[in-house]
Nanobody, 125 residues
Framework: QVQLVESGGGLVQAGDSLRLSCAAS????????MGWFRQAPGKEREFVTG????????SYADSVRGRFAISRDNAKNTVYLQMNSLKPEDTAVYYC??????????????????WGQGTQVTVSS
């Protein structure tokens, strides 16, 4: 079992930045690829970004590429999502998720075994 707890969400204005954190506990964090997903009201949960177990490989949705950056610190069992140039359409609940290492960077929601409870990000115009 892996327990994931997100933090860092909040209310910001368009153009602002925000950094989300996801702290993991349980099984060895470095055994897992990690991802961030988001879900806006009335919409399906969608892939935002993913990172390999080592941090050496990342992938991004087109909608956030160049604005968001994922990173991880295996010594601290934490994955981060740096969000810059935020837009109102980025408003959603953001979830971190863990997948077996061979699913590194997968955008497929079903490849992820463990999920956090989510943190709300609201971007006002």
């Amino acid at each position: 079992q892996v327990q994931l707890v997100e933090s860092g969400g909040g209310l910001v204005q368009a153009g602002d930045s925000l950094r989300l954190s996801c702290a993991a506990s349980g099984r060895t964090f470095s055994n897992y690829a990690m991802g961030w997903f988001r879900q806006a009201p009335g919409k399906e949960r969608e892939f935002v970004t993913g990172i390999s177990w080592s941090g050496g490989s990342t992938s991004y949705a087109d909608s956030v590429r160049g604005r968001f950056a994922i990173s991880r610190d295996n010594a601290k069992n934490t994955v981060y999502l740096q969000m810059n140039s935020l837009k109102p359409e980025d408003t959603a609940v953001y979830y971190c998720a863990a997948a077996p290492s061979y699913y590194a960077g997968s955008p497929n929601i079903y490849d992820y075994n463990y999920w956090g409870q989510g943190t709300q990000v609201t971007v006002s115009s």
